[in-house]
């Protein structure tokens, strides 16, 4: 979803995002959410996972009983270490990321070079370099998260960071131009430029969550 995705970027990005002195009004107000369905309903994105081996990773987890959480973290770290993404010492390795991407959208230029730019140069970086921060401000708020010592949450938290990042950037040959879409792809531009704005954005959907 749009907003489970966004919510994530904030977390992600407040952590390293730098504060101004005010917060943007325009950030006080979220888009309407009636008739979206999702990310992909307004971008459409390439696939990014390698359909053969994300089945067998589901396939390995879902025949084991482990909390819901635990299974939703698992078959990503399963497909980030299978393709080395993922170390053996638990590290994110660019050059193997990068690898992947390269075998993954070699047909799809486009996407290559913005899936390269957001996720080699933005995420992988962000979630390496703050993955300790990260964690405990979820633990801090009282978020639920898979216990680390289960499932390393750098997959998961790279992925939704891409997700995020990628609905804000998709090209218009790949974008609904929907006004509802429209709508939200200027917000989610306009409201991640400092601490004060995302940490506004953060509360607006945290309120439209407790809602639903």
């Given amino acids: 979803m749009v907003i489970e995705s966004f919510v994530f970027l904030i977390l992600i990005a407040g952590i390293v995002l730098p504060a101004s002195a005010d917060s943007n009004p325009a950030c006080m107000k979220l888009p309407s959410v009636k008739g979206l369905n999702g990310n992909s309903s307004c971008c459409n994105f390439p696939p990014l996972a390698e359909l053969k081996s ?19 973290c698992k078959p990503l770290q399963c497909m980030f270490k299978r393709f080395k ?17 390269d075998n993954q959208l070699k047909n799809q230029t486009e996407w290559l070079r913005i899936t390269k730019s ?14 300790t921060q990260i964690v405990q401000f979820f633990k801090t708020n009282r978020m639920d998260i898979p216990d680390p010592g289960q499932c390393s949450l750098k997959p998961m938290l790279v992925s939704i960071c891409f997700s995020a990042i990628a609905f804000a950037k998709c090209p218009v040959s790949s974008s609904s ?16 430029e400092n601490m004060e704005d ?7 959907l945290d309120k439209m969550s407790s809602a639903v």
């Fill in 54 to 72: 994300m089945e067998e990773c589901w396939s390995e987890i879902s025949s084991k009983k482990e909390p819901e959480l635990v299974k939703l």
């Fill in 198 to 204: 995302i940490l506004q954005t953060f509360k607006q």
């Fill in 177 to 192: 131009q929907s006004p509802i879409c429209s709508e939200w792809k200027k917000y989610s531009n306009n409201c991640t």
């Fill in 118 to 131: 957001i996720l080699l140069d933005q995420c992988l970086p962000m979630v390496e370099k703050n993955y």
């Fill in 85 to 101: 993404v993922l170390t053996v010492n638990g590290t994110l390795d660019k050059a193997a990321a990068e690898k992947y991407l």
